[in-house]
């Protein structure tokens, strides 16, 4: 690349030489070439330096990446080389007093030692130091393969909150057993910092807050069980004439939702299904609060035999081949009867809620008065001597 001196230079003599020739035709794209050269210059400079401080920058975000990780791990996770130093300690040990112990018994049942007080005591001492050894080694090996697994545990878990035994089983080609047992083992040396099993043993929280949030939501869901237990008992516990009431309303339902569906009217099934609907919440009401059913007698005894008698009948009508005139006019006058059975049937509703509509205007009007006192609202008789 050209340096800016030699670019000024060139610029410099280009101008000389027009002025001492008096020629200017070329001036003008000699300096324009010569500033071209001088930006293409700087722009691959400056597309350089640009390049230079991204590559920086992406290094320097990994590294920052890394080390949030290294951190937020080191909350989760302990350290496992303290574990490993123990099990390479343990099966040190092991052959330190396994080997010499195992060799010392095979050279004195080979030499046949006579049996006397003295070969029975190294007998003894020499059969100890072999088993100790042994269980030693043992313990060192299981606890290596420990560190080995919680490793491989800890690479398939990472930084989530949660996880699923079968999950990790999955990831490192174990058993959904042998990880429980093995996440039980790891939690009793403390290689995880914080975590706990749920409930059932079926998934690892790996926080507090995360295991707090378990209890959290287990105690909301086992607190609607009991609801839910307890509304079915409630149902279970209906008086006889309750229950008699409640499964006559249901097979006039099934006889309407029946008939509804043998009638291919788009317009008259909306009429039904709102029927349908109107009457389920009355029934539903009837279970909650058994005292209404002494309001019921029309609805049992006339309105919804008469609705099932009259759509019995317009579904008798529309079957014909041959919709004459009387069919028609009598399918009309069965949708009229049955928009008035609708309007008795929401009225009914109307009833039925009448008590709640009651408690819930008397309860307004206490808190009306409750805040009129303390002054947060105008009271009535404020705004009757206002107006």
Request: glycine fraction near 6%; proline fraction near 2%.
């Amino acid at each position: 690349m050209a340096s800016s001196k030699n670019i000024g230079d060139q610029i410099f003599n280009a101008v000389q030489n027009a002025v001492d020739s008096q020629d200017f035709s070329n001036l003008q794209s000699t300096i324009e070439k010569s500033i071209g050269i001088a930006a293409e210059g700087i722009a691959r400079s400056l597309s350089s330096a640009s390049d230079g401080i991204r590559r920086g920058r992406e290094q320097y975000a990994l590294a920052q990446a890394k080390k949030r990780r290294e951190e937020q791990m080191a909350t989760i996770y302990a350290n496992p080389s303290g574990q490993r130093s123990v099990g390479i300690a343990l099966v040190g040990w092991g052959v330190v007093l396994g080997v010499p112990g195992l060799a010392g018994t095979i050279f004195t049942i080979g030499a046949g030692f006579m049996i006397s007080a003295g070969s029975i005591l190294v007998g003894s001492i020499l059969a100890a130091a072999t088993v100790a050894g042994g269980a030693l080694f043992a313990m060192g090996i299981k606890r290596l393969n420990l560190v080995n697994r919680f490793e491989r545990y800890r690479d398939a878990i990472g930084l989530r909150d949660f996880c699923y035994l079968d999950e990790i089983a999955a990831s490192t080609a174990d058993t959904t057993e042998s990880v429980r047992q093995n996440v039980k083992a790891m939690l009793s040396h403390g290689l995880f910092k914080q975590a706990a099993l749920g409930d059932g043993e079926n998934f690892l929280a790996l926080t507090n807050d995360a295991y707090q949030q378990y209890r959290q939501a287990r105690g909301k869901a086992l607190e609607k069980k009991q609801q839910r237990a307890l509304t079915q008992s409630e149902h279970s516990q209906l008086d006889a004439e309750t229950q008699a009431l409640l499964a006559r309303g249901n097979a006039y339902i099934a006889q309407i939702r029946e008939s509804n569906k043998a009638i291919p009217n788009p317009e008259f099934s909306k009429k039904i299904d709102q029927i349908e609907h109107v009457v389920r919440t009355i029934f539903d009401r009837a279970a909650e609060r058994p005292e209404v059913i002494d309001d019921l007698d029309h609805l049992m005894d006339y309105y919804l035999p008469t609705t099932v008698k009259l759509l019995d009948a317009y579904r008798d009508l529309d079957a014909q081949p041959i919709q004459s005139e009387t069919i028609s006019q009598s399918k009309r006058e069965i949708e009229g009867a049955l928009d008035s059975l609708n309007v008795a049937f929401e009225k009914l509703l109307d009833s039925v809620f009448r008590d709640m509509a009651i408690d819930v205007s008397s309860d307004i009007s206490v808190l009306h008065t409750v805040l009129a006192q303390e002054g947060l609202v105008e009271s009535p008789f404020d705004k009757q001597k206002s107006e």
